[in-house]
């Protein structure tokens, strides 16, 4: 069985939405145990859980070491729990300030042997035919990153994407600036020449940004500061282009019309392009998973999130990232 461990008050909309999150993931997941952490007069309404009181929150922009000494906050009690060897849990789960989850994941679970940095993935849905999902990483764990790390990176993006996608061999690129070798920062170019004569990848070259989504690559290698700042464009593009969308379809009777043809395909674009389907980011390269929900999740973004984490335990993710370093 799967036991994760539920922090419930990290959410910009309070504990409501957590809740809604668990109740939703629950009635499709009855067989994963969760532990939700929190205040317990806001979870007296959540029965048949186990719960670790917890009374304080830490701040967006607490520091690691801040973050360590909020001992009663639920972000901490969340991840300690996690680490704690006779919870037996498989993982943990906030949607509390990304530095903060971070540092106390890092430094409470501790980085996997032989990872330099752990480092932040998510997926985006591949707009092909075929489908699928390409994944990305860093998207934000730190801002600067060595030409060694995103060699990592791309190793556990590999492996990350078998596990989790089923992928044979992942296709592996570097963002950068064009798609000729010389392309990219310095730092690109140096990852480049480690990443050419890497055996344990199938590194195919670069990849600019607008080809991302059109199914050329499996693992998108970027430092930090890029992969974050790519990772809410595309999200902030996707959320406007359906604004923009639904207004045009209803300028008029005709294009009213034209909508209730056309809603099928619409509706299962702007599905595939919701943030809220993707739920969070995983912190990869730590002992445990550690999913890093979205700070303005509501009830179905926070269900996502859960549920990236289920599959990931399921998976056993961790598990093959320390064998894939331990070899």
């Known amino acids: 069985m799967v036991k994760l461990i539920v922090d419930m008050m990290g959410s910009d909309n309070g504990s409501a939405a957590t809740k809604e999150g668990v109740r939703r993931f629950k009635k499709n997941h009855p067989d994963c145990e969760l532990v939700l952490v929190g205040k317990l007069d806001e979870l007296a309404d959540m029965e048949g859980y186990e719960k670790i009181e917890a009374n304080d929150t830490v701040g967006m922009c607490a520091g690691a070491m801040e973050v360590l000494r909020k001992k ?27 530095g903060a989850f ?3 994941a890092t430094l409470i679970l501790k980085k996997v042997p032989g990872v330099k940095r752990p480092c932040l993935i998510t997926a985006f849905p591949k707009l092909t035919d075929e489908g699928g999902y390409v994944t990305i990483l860093d998207c934000g764990s730190s801002n600067e990153n060595t030409a060694e790390e995103l060699q990592q990176f791309a190793y556990m993006g590999t492996l990350y994407n078998q596990a989790v996608y089923g992928v044979e061999n992942p296709v592996v690129k570097l963002v950068a600036n064009g798609t000729e070798d010389g392309k ?13 004569e890497d055996k344990k990848v199938n590194f195919q070259g670069n990849v600019e940004g607008n080809q991302l989504l059109t199914g050329s690559v499996d693992v998108a290698v970027c430092d930090g500061f890029t992969g974050n700042v790519l990772l809410k464009t595309t999200e902030g593009v996707a959320k406007g282009m359906g604004n923009e969308i639904k207004k045009a379809f209803k300028r008029n009777i005709f294009s009213k019309i034209g909508y209730l043809l056309a809603k099928k395909g619409f509706v299962k674009f702007t599905t595939k392009m919701n943030p809220k389907k993707t739920g969070g980011a995983l912190l990869l390269g730590v002992n445990g998973i550690a999913v890093k929900a979205h700070g303005n999740s509501d009830g179905e973004c926070f269900e996502s999130a859960l549920t990236v984490a289920y599959k990931l335990a399921l998976n056993k993710v961790v598990q093959k990232l320390k064998e894939g370093f331990a070899e």
Do not use: W
């Open 184 to 196: 990219g920062t310095p730092l690109t170019r140096d990852a480049f020449a480690l990443l050419k």
């Open 72 to 98: 009663d906050a639920s972000m901490v009690k969340a991840v300690r729990a996690a680490a704690d060897p006779e919870m037996h849990a498989d993982g943990v789960i906030s949607a509390g300030g990304t």
């Open 102 to 104: 971070l540092s106390a």
